[in-house]
C-alpha cells in the first residue's frame, strides 16, 4: 500500500516521476524509490523459512546453506581473491545463513557476519560454525577501521536510510578498505511498459517486492551514491544473476593479484586448498553458462 507520506530519493530528490505501480523513479540520479512503507518486522525467521518459498518462490534458508556454496559464494570468492588476498578482515552485512563467511574464514580471512534476526545469526552458527551478531550494522560494537573489506550482497536495496547506514560501515572500513556490492541493476533506458513487454527478470525485483526493495539502483545511482561516500572508484564485473549488478567501490583504484599470487595464497594452507578446488569447479560451470547466456543474447535480441 502506498504511503501518503511518500519516500523521498536517497540522493534528497523528493520531486519523483511515477514509474509503476509501486515505484517512482528519480530523474535526478536514476534510482527506483519504492512507495511501500518500511516494514523492518519482516525479517524474521518467517522471512526465511516461509516468506522467501511462498511469496518469492526461492528454496527457502535449509536448502539454501547448500545450494549457494558452489555457486553464488564460489562466484564471490572467485572475485574477491584478485582484490584481497587472505589473511584480511572482512565484514559481510546481511550474510543470511553465513555460507559465505564461513567460505572466507576456509579461504584464509578473518570474516564476520551480521544479520537482523537473532533467528538467523543462531542459525548461521549452528549450521556452519561462523560468528554472526545480531541486530541492525549500527548497533555492533565494532571499532573504526577494523575491516579491510565489506561486503553487502542483496542488502543495499533494502535499507531504509542507505547513506546513513553506508556512511557507518565507511567509518569501519582501514584506510585501503573497499566495498563489495551486489544489488539489483535498474537499467534507466527501459521503461515499465518494455519490462513487461519483454518479461524481464528485473520485474521479480520490483513486483511483489517493494516492502523490501525500497531503493533500486542504476549504474549511475551507484556510482553517484558511493562517490558522495567518498568512494568514488566502481569496478563492475560480471553479475552471477544477468539482474544484479556486482561492483567494487574504492577510494582509489585498486591492485589487483595475478592468478598465481592467488593460487600461492589459497595452497598454503590445507583448507585453503579444498576452497582452491571448489572455485576450480565452479568457475567451470559460470564459464559455461556466461557462453550460453552470450549466445541467446546474440539469438533472441541481437546484442553482442
Ligand atoms: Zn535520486
Keep these: 500500500m ?27 540520479c536514476g534510482t527506483l524509490v519504492s512507495r511501500a512503507r518500511h516494514s523492518p518486522e519482516i525479517y ?17 534458508i535449509r536448502q539454501r546453506a547448500r545450494l549457494d556454496l ?45 544479520e537482523m534476526s537473532p533467528w538467523v545469526a543462531q542459525f548461521a552458527d549452528e549450521t556452519f560454525g561462523v560468528k554472526v551478531l545480531a541486530g541492525p550494522i549500527e548497533k555492533q560494537d565494532f571499532e573504526a577501521g ?18 546513513d547506514t553506508l556512511a557507518h560501515c565507511s567509518r569501519l572500513l582501514s584506510k585501503d578498505g573497499f566495498f563489495v556490492i551486489q544489488t539489483p541493476e535498474y537499467k534507466e533506458h527501459l521503461t515499465y511498459e518494455q519490462l513487461k513487454a519483454s518479461n524481464d527478470l528485473f520485474l521479480k525485483h520490483m513486483d511483489r517486492n517493494n516492502e523490501e526493495h525500497l531503493y533500486l539502483f542504476s549504474r549511475r545511482s551507484a556510482g553517484a551514491f558511493f ?58 560451470s559460470a564459464d559455461r553458462l556466461w557462453a550460453i547466456r552470450r549466445l541467446q543474447d546474440t539469438a533472441g535480441r541481437g546484442n553482442p
Design 2 to 28: 502506498a504511503d501518503l507520506d511518500e519516500r523521498a530519493c536517497w540522493c534528497g530528490h523528493s520531486d519523483l516521476e511515477a514509474f509503476s505501480p509501486d515505484y517512482r523513479v528519480c530523474r535526478a
Design 44 to 60: 524474521g525467521k518467517d522471512y526465511w523459512t516461509e516468506r522467501q518459498t511462498a511469496h518469492h518462490g526461492l528454496p527457502d
Design 70 to 114: 558452489p555457486e553464488r559464494c564460489a562466484h564471490w570468492l572467485a572475485r574477491l581473491l584478485p582484490l584481497k588476498l587472505p589473511p584480511a578482515r572482512i565484514l559481510e552485512v546481511g550474510c543470511a545463513h553465513g555460507a559465505y563467511v564461513a567460505l572466507l574464514g576456509w579461504a584464509g580471512y578473518d570474516a564476520v557476519g551480521t
Design 146 to 163: 577494523s575491516f579491510d573489506v565489506i561486503v553487502l550482497n542483496d542488502v543495499l536495496e533494502h535499507l531504509p536510510a542507505p547513506v
Design 227 to 284: 562517490g558522495r561516500l567518498g568512494f568514488p572508484n566502481l569496478d563492475f564485473s560480471n553479475p552471477v544473476y544477468a539482474y544484479d549488478m556486482s561492483f567494487v567501490a574504492s577510494r582509489a583504484k585498486l591492485p589487483v593479484s595475478d592468478d598465481a599470487a592467488v593460487s600461492a595464497a589459497l595452497s598454503s594452507r590445507p583448507m585453503g586448498r579444498l576452497v582452491q578446488a571448489l572455485l576450480d569447479k565452479a568457475l567451470e
